[in-house]
């Protein structure tokens, strides 16, 4: 490899570093201020739990453009398009709550949700690409980034509470903040479509009319699963934690905002420091520890035990999540067209993401929010159970 070519693939790791980290940048720019959000337009549990629905719906319909986007326009004008989308989102959170409409806070959230499920999925066939090009575990590290964005945004959040800055206010300049960073991000970015393009296959007797459903095996599904389950844990601590423990736990605004940046935090940490450790342990036993360890976080969180307990398990819950998104993708994108193959199951677990916060709303609604906090750790149970799935394969190569 030249000079040239080495130093271009550093950009476009970088570049890639930080779209993860302005994903989890805009997600938490929200997400730490939702008790003043709830309050400031009266909405109950279950109807906040239904208002977080529309980015869900949004992310969904990211998620399904994600694929024809790139294959359109290529990675750098795709990115972009994703980056404004987030801004414009954000922007319409903030009007949302500015005005007091719960129409234009829906409205604000499903733009901002198709903005980074579609960035995610474009993130994550990048970061694999990169990943088999440098024959080295990558993708904990730039999944560290995302949490690492997060830290950022939860940080703006607890000290815009701590000094009574409207949620309005904060958003407004985050939004303005996302698209800058788009924009300063893509230059790094190959326009390529990653393999995203095919030739229309000629018919004939047998073949299939859905090609993206001929990849769909038994490994592929459990793999899915595993990311669903971490995926689910992690769209209910982002949407809920802050909530919980304002409400439940009759903390301060300001420490259910930290609560988030602990969480966060927590994420980067273990991210960083998993590259090594899977390559020395594998990819199948990292998922199996952590999400043990993410159910044992869950169970303390549920249980009340004290503040420094609820520190202990908000920690574990996120080393919980932190592993089963990134090793997901990168077990997904061993086999016949990759990038198809980590667009599948990076929409099973993104739209999982977005499922527990409304779901853990309508259980709030009828036992409480605390128990309904159950489904987190029985997923966790379930990824362990299934972890094998993510054994690497000996000899797999990227089309």
Not at 17 to 37: D, K, M, N, Q, V
Not at 163 to 178: N, S, V
Not at 298 to 327: E, H, K, Y
């Amino acid at each position: 490899m030249t000079e040239a070519a080495a130093r271009a693939r550093r950009g476009w790791l970088f570049a890639i570093l930080g779209a993860f980290a302005l994903g989890g940048f805009t997600l938490s720019s929200w997400a730490a201020r939702l008790p003043a959000i709830r309050s400031d337009l009266g909405l109950s549990d279950a109807e906040l739990g239904f208002v977080l629905l529309a980015t869900t719906f949004g992310s969904m319909a990211g998620l399904a453009a994600s694929r024809t986007l790139l294959s359109g326009v290529g990675g750098r004008r795709a990115l972009l398009v994703t980056a404004m989308t987030m801004a414009i989102g954000v922007v319409s959170v903030a009007l949302g709550v500015a005005m007091g409409s719960v129409g234009v806070l829906l409205l604000g959230l499903g733009i901002a949700g198709a903005g980074v499920g579609a960035t995610d999925v474009l993130i994550n066939i990048d970061g694999a690409v990169i990943e088999r090009l440098s024959r080295r575990s990558l993708l904990p590290l730039m999944h560290a980034a995302w949490p690492g964005g997060a830290v950022i945004g939860s940080g703006v959040g607890a000290a815009c509470a701590a000094l009574g800055i409207p949620p309005q206010t904060q958003l407004l300049t985050q939004a303005a903040l996302i698209a800058i960073a788009g924009v300063l991000l893509v230059r790094a970015i190959p326009s390529g479509s990653r393999g995203t393009r095919r030739s229309r296959p000629a018919p004939g007797p047998g073949r299939s009319r859905m090609p993206l459903l001929r990849l769909i095996d038994g490994r592929l599904l459990a793999i899915g699963v595993v990311m669903l389950a971490a995926e689910f844990g992690e769209g209910a601590a982002n949407g809920w934690i802050s909530v919980v423990v304002r409400d439940a736990l009759d903390q301060p605004e300001t420490f259910a905002a930290l609560a988030i940046a602990i969480y966060s935090a927590a994420q980067v940490v273990v991210r960083v420091a998993a590259g090594p450790l899977v390559d020395r342990f594998g990819r199948a036993s990292m998922i199996r520890w952590t999400s043990i360890l993410g159910l044992v976080g869950v169970v303390l969180f549920i249980l009340d035990l004290g503040t420094v307990t609820l520190v202990v398990g908000v920690v574990l819950w996120s080393v919980g999540v932190s592993m089963g998104f990134p090793l997901g993708m990168s077990a997904a994108a061993e086999g016949n067209d990759p990038a198809a193959r980590v667009a599948l199951v990076a929409s099973v677990g993104y739209v999982a993401s977005f499922i527990g916060p409304p779901l853990i709303g309508l259980l709030a609604q009828g036992f409480g929010l605390l128990p309904a906090l159950w489904p987190v750790a029985t997923l966790f149970l379930v990824a362990a159970v299934l972890a094998p799935a993510l054994t690497r394969r000996r000899h797999s190569h990227l089309t």
